[in-house]
């Protein structure tokens, strides 16, 4: 495929900080269980794999805690917060409101460089076969297409909270992996979400976010 996804996060822009790379590079690992709910969080360890000082790597741990994906105890250090089925519920009712958003202003305001990406993106989701990518493969495939989309819908705040809530939807759904018996069909439904974003219907394309994240809580709790 077409698609370039070597990790789950956004590459970082050009000229971004150590501190944003670090950032970034970490919320990957902790959103695909790389590092596992409650791992502790070396910061001189984790500094000395990326190559980088430790200030931008507090920095990163910081953010992190922030995005309630790490968590610090006085005296005790840093750990990867736990993954609690039970906050499925609650992700999944704020993503079906603000998902359908997204898609909506995606359809409605994205640049045309932004809508040839996303048609690319979703010939690419079309041809893949059913069989082509294991399960954290199309995980990541998942990701990604969220991602286009969040920044297509051109609201930074509304991206910022949309990742923060898949991010946890993710590590919910990479928990479970195992257990599923096939993820094709899921990231399949995205070629026709993403063209619906792309011809600029809006409607349709609300429709089929909000059936997208349903058919994702229905899908863990066959398997819990």
Known sequence: MSMALDNAAEAPAAGASLAEQAYLQL??????????????????????????????????????????LLVSYPRRGTFATGVDITELADVSEIRELLEPLAARRAASMASEELRQEIRRTAAAISAMKGNEADHRTLMRYDITVHRLIYRAAANPHLEDVLIRYDNLATRIWCLVLDKMPSLGGHVAEHAELLNAIADGDAEHAAELALHHVTSFEQSVRKVL
């Open 27 to 68: 919320r990957d690992k902790l959103i695909m269980l790389d590092i596992r709910p409650g791992a502790p969080i070396n910061d001189a360890q984790i500094a000395a794999e990326l190559g980088i000082g430790r200030t931008p790597v507090r920095e990163a741990i910081k953010r992190l805690e922030g995005d309630h």
